[in-house]
């Protein structure tokens, strides 16, 4: 499987991501969480513990090849920690290059993931508004 995902252009922390589902989960009892469906048909729900606008714990559960899950996990691990501002404005090419890189043809699960985490942030600001 590594060997198949080396060929096809996932660098190796892409492929270490993938194989061990790094921040793949639910969390329970999380502040906010949202399943966002991409053109690709991909799905992905991301879960999100926040306490004073910052991320204290963020899982991803997804229907989607490996490159969703990979750019998935890569985006949790960065945001972890993070002001939700700060979180909701990382681009896909931050994702890219935290990852090493991913396969051309993957590019849009990058946008997928940081499109999901957008409205998961968008919705979770909605509510703490009302």
Known sequence: MEELLRIS???????EYYINKVNVGK??????????????????VIY?????????????????CAGAFSAGS??????????IFVA???????????LGV?????TDCLSLVRRALEKTIELFEGEIKR
């Open 27 to 44: 969390i329970e009892d999380p502040s906010i969480s949202f399943s966002y469906t991409g053109d690709c048909g991909d799905t992905v």
């Open 74 to 83: 890569a985006l949790m691990e960065m945001i972890k920690g993070e002001n």
């Open 48 to 64: 999100l513990k926040i306490d004073s606008d910052i991320i204290t714990n963020a899982k991803f559960e997804a229907i989607g």
């Open 9 to 15: 252009g996932y660098s190796d922390k892409a492929i």
């Open 88 to 98: 909701k404005n990382i681009t896909e090419e931050e994702i890219n290059e935290h």
């Open 102 to 106: 991913v396969p051309i043809t993957k």
